[in-house]
Structure formats: C-alpha cells, structure tokens
C-alpha cells in the first residue's frame, strides 16, 4: 500500500462510523504531515552535511568529518548544540515579532513540498494551480525576513532585512515570469501536468526561462552572488544578527531548505520532474537530478563574490526581466505557430525544432544583453605613469 | 507626504568580520550610502615604541615581528636597516641575498593574505582565501626552514642574520619559485577577468595620484594611483640596484588597480627571488659583535618598501644599549588617512571594500 | 565577451574540487585515513591474505574509517615548546636569563661547595621558564656562550593551568634531550632531526665537549 493521503483516509474512515468524515479527514491530514515535515528536517539536516562537505571540497579543505563515519552526524550535534544555547535577545526587541520571524520563515518552505511530485503518484497533493501556488508561499518569506530583521532592533538586521525586502520583491517577477513560460507550454499548472508533459526536459526547451530562474531562485534565497541579505563581511549576519539558540537554529533550517525547496521546483519545471529511463524508480531520479541542481547552486556559492545592492536591484530589471519576457514571447508565438489550434501535445520532434530556434535565441539575446549592460568602463586601461613623482628622474 | 528619513549611525566595528582586527568606524548611513565616516582606532595598541625603549637592540628584533604580524620579515627588515646605518655596520654580501630572498617571499605571502581577505570581503564563500592560503602555506614552510617560525620569524639581526639556510631550504625555493606562476596565473583567472569582481571594484574608492602624494600614502595603493615610487628603485637598499624588476602601476587608482599591481608585484617578487638564487655569493651571514651591539650617539632613520608601503624606523642612540627613542612609521596607518574621502558617498558594501583594498593592518596601525 | 569571466571562474573552482594535488588538507589532523593497500603494505602482507586475516579493518578501512596517527614533519629548525637544557654544560652565567626580551627566566646560583676552587661553575638552584609567556625567539639559545640551552622541538604542550606551563629545573633535567638544531650548526652538521632523532647527549651537544677556560677568556677578549 502507498502511503498517500487517499490511502489513508479511506483505513481511518473505514473504522470511523459515518458522518465523521471531518475527522477522519484531520487525522490523516496531520498524520501525513507529521511524516512529511519530520522526514523534510532530516532530508534539511542531511543536506547540511552534503553542502558543507561538497563547499569544502571546493574549498579544498575537508568539511565536518568528526563525528559519526564521514562526519555525518555533525548535524546532530549541531542541532543539539543550538537547542541547548541560551536564547538571547536584546531588551528593546520586539518579542512577539522576533519569535515570530523563524516561523514565518520556516513554514513556507514546508509548504511547498506539500505539492511536489515526487514521483508519478507520490506526492501529498496535486493542486491545479500548483505553480501559482508556488508563487504565491515562495513570496511569503519576504515577511519572515523582514520580522527578524524588523524584530530583533539591530542596526545590522535592519539593513538586511531592507535590502532583503527590495530585493526579493523585484526577484520575483522574473521568477514568476520563468515559470510562467514553462506553463504555457505545459498547458497546465499543475505540477503534475508538468511534469506529464515534459517528453523533453524543458531546460532544453526553453533554456533562456532555465537560466532566468536559476538566477532568480538564488536570488530569492539569497545565495551567491545575491547573498547580500546576510552579507557576512558587511552586515555581519544580516536580519539574524540578533538570533541564537532555537530561533537561529530555525533560520538555519529555513536557511538550509531554501536549496532544496528551489532544486525541487527546478526539478519538477526544468529537469522533467521524476521521468527517465525505467532502470531506477522516478523517485530516485527525482533525487538525482535535485542533488545535481543544488551541486549547481553550490559550485556557483563556492566561485562567485557578491553583488552590490544597486547591481542587483538593476540586473532584476534591466537584464532579467527583459530575458523572462523575451521567453514568455518566444514560447507564445511558437505555440500558436506549432500547434495551431489543436489541444493535442506537441510532439518531440516539433519541440526539438522549438528547442533549436530557442537556444539560438537565447545565444543572441545574451550577448546583445551582456553588451549592452557590460559597461565599458570594466575594460582594462593602459596605466599611465604620473609626472608627480618620477624615481627614475630622482634616482639620477 | 514626503517620508521622513532620518541618518543612522552604525558602529562598524571593533568587533566586526571584515575590519582586520580591531578598528572600529562610526559610520552615518543614508539608507545604503555612506555620508560620514570617521575611524576610531587604538583598540590593538601594544606600545611598541615605549617598550622599545626598554629593550636592547637586538631584542628590538622580536617586538616588530608583532609589528604587521602578515609582513614579519620586512619589519625586521626596516629595523636592521635603520640600525645597521645608525651604528655604520658592513652586512656580509650572502646575508644581503638571502635578506632579499626572505623579504620578497613575506611580500608575496603578504599579498596573497590580502588577495584572499579582499576577495572574502567581496563576498565568495572563504574559497579564495583557502586558495590563497594554500599557497602561502608553502612559504611559511620554507621561513620554518630558515628560522624555525613561521609567522614571528625574528630572523634578521643587526649585521646580518642569526644564521645560513639550511642545505634543503634551496631545493624547497626552486619548487617553490617553479610553481608560483602558475598560482598566480590561476588567481588571475579566477579573480582578474570575473565581471562580478571588476562591476565591484572599478571606479569604486578612487584615490587621485596628487591626493594620495599629498597624503604621503606609499604602497602598492600610491602606485595604483599611477605614481611610480618605490623605494627599491628610488632609494635602493641591500641588493636590490643591483636587480631587474618592473614596478607596476595602476590605471585609474580605484580598488581593482591596488589588487592587480599587487597580484603583478607578486609575479615581480618571483623574479627577483630568482635572479637571487642565481646570483647569491658564498660567505658568512653574521657580523661578529653585533649581537651585542652599542651604536654610538646620534639618530637615523632607515625605511625599506614594506609590502604595505614605506615603513620606517627612526632611531635615536644615546650611547646605551637601548635607544632613547624608537620612532616607527607604520605604512598601514598613514595609508587609513585618506579613508573618509574615498568612502562617503559611496555604498556600504563600497566601504567595506574600499577598506579592505588598503590592506590595513591593525598591528601597524596600532603599533 | 561580457560573462564569460565568471565561467572561466567555475572551470578553476572544479579544476580545484576535481584534482587531488591542488587539495590542502588531505587528512583530519592527526588522522590519516588509510586503505587496505597501505594497511598490507604496513603489515607487510598481500593484500588479499591481509583481507582474509583481518576482515573487520579490511571493511573499515574500506568504507574510509580506519587511520592512522600522521603527525606533520616539522623542519629540524622548527624553534618548539620546551627547552632542552643540560646541566651539565650549563655555569649559571645566566646570559640567557639577561637576553631574554621578556625576562621570563629565573635562575639563582649559588656555589657549589664551600671551598669552590678558582674557575669552578656555580651550583644552579632555580632556573624556571615560563614557556606560557615565551614567545621562542630564542634569543636566550642565541645567548648562551656554553650551548646549555637550547630550544626544544615539541609542540602541542597545551596544559589546563598557566602554571603548569612554568618548566622547573626539574623538568629542565628529566625532559627528553631532542634540542631543536635552530642555531646549533654542531647539530646541523650531523644532520640530526629531532623528529625522528634520539636523545642528545650534553657531550655532543655544544661546540666542543665542554667549555675550556681559554676559550672563553679569548672569546670574552674579544667583545
Ligand atoms: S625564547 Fe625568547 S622569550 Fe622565550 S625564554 Fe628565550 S629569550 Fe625569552
Ligand atoms: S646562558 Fe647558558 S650557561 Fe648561562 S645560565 Fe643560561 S643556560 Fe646556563
């Protein structure tokens, strides 16, 4: 038997008598979320280990690898250190708010499991509006940003949370935008239905939409090169300055799950979800290709330095939201060229010749943008030695 | 409605990630943009100049080890220098080589401390400053084979060195001086041409080559700033007449010209180490007597081209055996003098780059 | 082109995940994790009659848990904690305890008998170091006319108390003799190593066998 909401319901209803139906339906909702949740903080405090081994393997020193074979119940400790720290916060913080935050911050991210195939029939639920469901709880972590920054009355946070708010206000346009292309040539937004209609991956489909959303993801978890919310070296920790003990180790949690949540969706919309070859389960596939996708995310933390807030602020709108809106325009006009009229799937060699036109596209759309953003003033100049102060005339 | 803003004031500092120690910054925030700035410092102050008072020369030695504890060579360096003129002392030939040998190391170690810090202030995830460390790991071993430490090395004394390099320490450098390049070629890769590092650091905290002479800021920042001084080449200590190198210069002074000359002195140390390691004559590395040495009354001042800038040290003797006053000019604090006029009116993360493209050194600053 | 430097900047960042020569640390000090082959070659076997002898290391060394105790070399020179002192050679002159910058030796003398013979050494009482504040620059080993004091070659003497870190005469004359041969060419001549060395006797140690009065009268002239 599968364990799946349906499954369930019918045992607990099955021994119920009749017109209980309600509660039935409760003990199973949160019976399976109990699963889901707890088996999502393990998935979080594993990847936790992956990211910080992968990191510093990059950085070619060993990563954790003291407790447990290979380090792998340095989470734990972790864990367990941070739980039994003193929960400190400053006399004028705002304490509902500041309790609040890591909260606020933390349940989207669950949310949105919530709808994730993870394979043809596992998933918890299967919302027709799936993608703007996505949307709409992703958007929601701006406000947990904003109370821990907001709550703990620091300096520091506050400039965070600040920067957190434009930023990920303006990130999610071309986001939405992103995803916006691949469900129209889904057809559908359910999740599932993406998934259905991917006979190809659509990152080969439409990669300017991948490339639009792999940035913008970052930048809506705030990872390299868009890390500016926490800027270490700058703000010291940003809106979590002033956390410690449980609440931080929530924020590091939400911290932690943000990769995942964004490699499930990249997964699901780009990567063609848990379809592949029949050798191994569409679960396991599912995983593979989301371990690729956060690797991605990790080699580009482990390479690339930060933006300047202006910087990030202007490639939002001057360099991705152009692309996003170049994607959605492309994949419009060839659906209406490719399947005109018809309800019926696009086949894959016509979304082969898709693909084509697309990367060609995309190719040129990046270098006129990336010509016309490069700003001249990064090109080398030839160092002129000063009159002022000439040793060589001196030395004589 | 207008919104009503007001200007908030930030302590950066004297605990903060990336100020190099501790240096605190009050600075005043409009929203994002810096509008006033001013430095507080003396948080590391150690009285290096009093306590030299009390010591004899040559344990003088150990305190500027503690000096610009990333540039401890050089430290020595200047502080012989400017006893070995005060006292009128002949170094051995050999020990001016290997004088030379083991400052243009500490500049290329120096320098790739500050290439890794500056490039962790830009925000890459520690990865470049492993990089970087990786390399220097391998000069510190070679100062363990010449002096026994790594970092406080005290190795220079008046008249010399405290004693030869030792038979495996030559094999080492070659290894050394043959792989250099290449971690320098593969920084440049990765940091020179990454457009996110240039967008940062191109016309951001640019230091005109007259405000910086005006400033008498020294270093790689005044040659960022297209002045073409140093001191090996306009007034050259040890050997170093008698060596070919180049002395590269910046463009535009801003922060990613301090960064490049520095990255390209590196490659000029490499090939000043080799020209050495050709050219280093047999014989002793000690004046005999030194140790113990009492220079006659009167003062002097001797400065060498720290890899911060000019450091210097003047002495005055009265016929003890400890000076009456040790007075150092420490690089990294005349070069925070231009700090307020190259950070306001740029952002917050300008500032911590600005600041961190000077390279300062607390212990120097401090003193 | 405009952003290609930062993708050249992901092929340096693998090149550095990816190649074993460019990594820095290559075992969790002091643990090396070692593999079946080392463990048969240590144990000096094939490897397959290794695997069959010990089956329990074989699969924990495969799975990446067995290791072994990888100490970094340090460099003979390497100026470490403790010092090596020999009483012997040592005449209380307490030069080392004037030159230290720190002035963190002690010693008190007193003479050894009481009708001490012309050019007889003093009895050593005291001759405490605070290692706790020494900063091992050795200028107390540079100043030692006699070669009795030497910097020693440990490391990792952490203690939990400050004042264990004070080492007594006591101590001075148990340790073991492994002197570091920074300044001591006598010792760098016979390439010894103290970390891999044995102890050194007082007679080896100086420049010559022990400090001859004409020695030093012509090397005191001299100053
Ligand atoms: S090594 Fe230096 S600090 Fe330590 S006891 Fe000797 S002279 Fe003093
Ligand atoms: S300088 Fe040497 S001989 Fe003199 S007291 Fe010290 S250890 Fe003994």
């Known amino acids: ?396 | 409605m207008p919104i009503r803003t007001e200007p908030v004031t930030i302590n950066l500092g004297p605990q903060h990630p990336s100020t190099h120690g501790v240096f605190r910054l009050r600075v005043t925030f409009d929203g994002e943009e810096v509008i006033d700035l001013e430095p507080v410092f003396g948080y590391l102050h150690r009285g290096t100049e009093k306590l030299a008072e009390e010591r004899t020369y040559t344990q003088i030695v150990t305190l500027t080890d503690r000096l610009d504890y990333e540039s401890a060579m050089s430290n020595n360096l200047g502080y012989v220098t400017a006893l070995e003129k005060l006292g009128g002392i002949e170094v051995p030939e050999r020990a001016m080589y290997l004088r030379v040998i083991s400052v243009e190391l500490q500049r290329i170690a120096s320098h790739l401390v500050f290439t890794g810090f500056f490039l962790q202030e830009l925000g890459t995830f520690v990865t470049m400053l492993m990089y970087c460390f990786r390399e220097r790991e391998r000069i510190l071993d070679l100062f363990e084979m010449l002096c026994g430490a790594r970092i406080t090395v005290s190795y220079m004394r008046p008249g010399g060195l405290t004693q030869d390099a030792p038979s495996d320490f030559w094999p080492a450098l070659n290894d050394f001086l043959e792989d250099m390049p290449g971690y320098i070629d593969e920084l440049e890769e990765l940091i020179t041409r990454n457009e996110i590092v240039l967008s940062r650091t191109r016309d951001v905290g640019v230091l005109d080559p007259e405000v910086a002479i005006d400033a008498s800021i020294s270093g790689p920042i005044l040659r960022a700033s297209g002045v073409q001084w140093d001191l090996r080449k306009a007034d050259p200590y040890e050997i170093y007449s008698e060596m070919d190198f180049e002395i590269p210069i910046g463009a535009t002074g801003d922060c990613f010209d301090r960064y490049i000359v520095r990255l390209q002195e590196m490659r000029e140390s490499v090939k000043i180490i080799k020209q050495c390691v050709d050219k280093i004559p047999d014989g002793t590395v000690k004046t005999d007597g030194a140790f113990f040495m009492r220079p006659p009354e009167g003062d002097a001042y001797g400065c060498v081209e720290a890899p911060r800038g000019e450091l210097g040290f003047y002495i005055v003797s009265d016929g003890g055996i400890s000076p009456y006053r040790c007075k150092i000019r420490s690089p990294s604090f005349i070069n925070t003098t231009m700090l307020r006029d190259m950070i306001v009116g740029g952002k917050m993360s300008d500032l911590i780059v600005i600041f961190g493209s000077l390279a300062v050194n607390m212990g120097e600053v401090d003193r | ?223």
């Open chain 3, 1 to 223: 082109m405009y952003g290609t430097g930062i993708i050249r900047g992901l092929r340096i960042t693998l090149k550095n995940l990816l190649l074993p020569s460019r990594m820095f640390t290559l075992h969790q000090y002091p643990d090396r994790k070692v593999g079946i082959l080392w463990l048969a070659q240590n144990a000096d076997i094939n490897p397959l009659k290794y695997v069959l002898a010990n089956p329990g290391k074989s699969i924990r060394a495969i799975i990446g848990l067995e290791t072994v105790e990888d100490r970094q070399p340090k460099h003979p020179r390497f100026r470490g904690e403790e010092f090596t002192w020999y009483e012997q050679r040592c005449t209380g002159c307490a030069s080392c305890a004037k030159y230290c910058p720190l002035g963190i030796i002690r010693i008190v003398t007193e003479p050894s008998g009481n009708a001490m013979p012309e050019g007889e050494k003093y009895g050593i009482e005291v001759f405490d170091i605070d290692i706790g504040r020494c900063m091992f620059c050795g200028l107390c080993v540079e100043a030692c006319p006699y070669d009795a004091l030497h910097l020693g070659s440990g490391f990792e003497e952490g203690t939990y108390k400050r004042e264990e870190l004070v080492i007594d005469i006591d101590r001075l004359r148990k340790s073991r003799k492994k002197p570091s041969t920074w300044f001591r060419p006598q010792l760098e001549e016979k390439s010894y190593d103290p970390g891999i060395g044995r102890d050194v006797d007082w007679t080896e140690a100086g420049r010559h066998e022990s400090p001859s009065s004409d020695d030093q009268a012509a090397k005191w002239a001299k100053r």
């Open chain 1, 1 to 396: 038997m599968e364990l799946g909401f349906r499954n369930i319901h019918a045992f607990v209803s099955g021994i119920l008598p009749d017109g209980l139906e309600w509660i039935a339906f409760s003990i199973s909702g949160i019976f399976l979320a109990l699963v889901v949740i707890n088996a999502l903080v393990g998935v979080a405090a594993l990847y936790t280990w992956f990211e910080r081994r992968v990191l510093g393997r990059f950085q070619s020193r060993l990563g954790p690898n003291r407790w447990g074979p290979f380090g792998l119940l340095q989470p734990l400790a972790d864990i367990i250190k941070l739980i039994t720290k003193e929960d400190i916060s400053p006399n004028s913080a705002d304490r509902i708010v500041s309790t609040l935050a890591p909260i606020a911050l933390l349940v989207p991210a669950f949310l949105v499991f919530a709808i994730i195939p993870f394979g043809t029939n596992s998933f918890l639920g299967d919302l027709n509006v799936g993608v703007l469901f996505i949307m709409g709880v992703t958007g929601m972590n701006t406000f947990g940003i904003f109370m821990g920054g907001w709550g703990s009355r620091n300096k520091y946070a506050m400039l965070g949370a600040m920067r957190g708010v434009a930023m990920l206000v303006s990130y999610e346009v071309p986001m939405a935008l992103a995803l916006a292309g691949a469900v129209l040539l889904a057809g559908s937004l359910s999740l599932s239905g993406i998934v259905a209609s991917q006979t190809l991956p659509f990152l080969i489909v439409q990669p300017l939409g991948f490339l639009v959303f792999i940035i913008a993801a970052s930048a809506e978890m705030s990872r390299a090169p868009f890390d500016m919310i926490e800027a270490e070296s700058e703000l010291t920790g940003g809106y979590h300055t002033e956390f410690s003990g449980i609440k931080f180790a929530i924020f590091q949690l939400a911290e932690f799950m943000a990769p995942l949540v964004t490699a499930a969706i990249l997964t699901v919309v780009f990567l063609g979800g848990s379809r592949g070859p029949d050798l191994i389960p569409g679960q396991v596939w599912f995983i593979l290709k989301a371990l690729a996708a956060t690797f991605l995310l990790l080699w580009i933390r482990a390479t690339w330095p930060r933006l300047r807030v202006d910087q990030i602020m202007g490639f939002a709108w001057k360099g991705l939201f152009p692309l996003a809106l170049l994607n959605i325009f492309l994949i419009a006009a060839e659906i209406q060229f490719f399947q005109s009229g018809g309800i019926e799937p696009i086949g894959v060699s016509t979304l082969l010749i898709m693909s084509g036109i697309n990367w060609l596209v995309t190719g040129i759309a990046i270098y006129i943008l990336a010509n016309v953003l490069g700003q001249p003033s990064l090109q080398p100049k030839k160092p002129v030695p000063s009159p002022l102060a000439n040793m060589y005339a001196e030395a004589e």
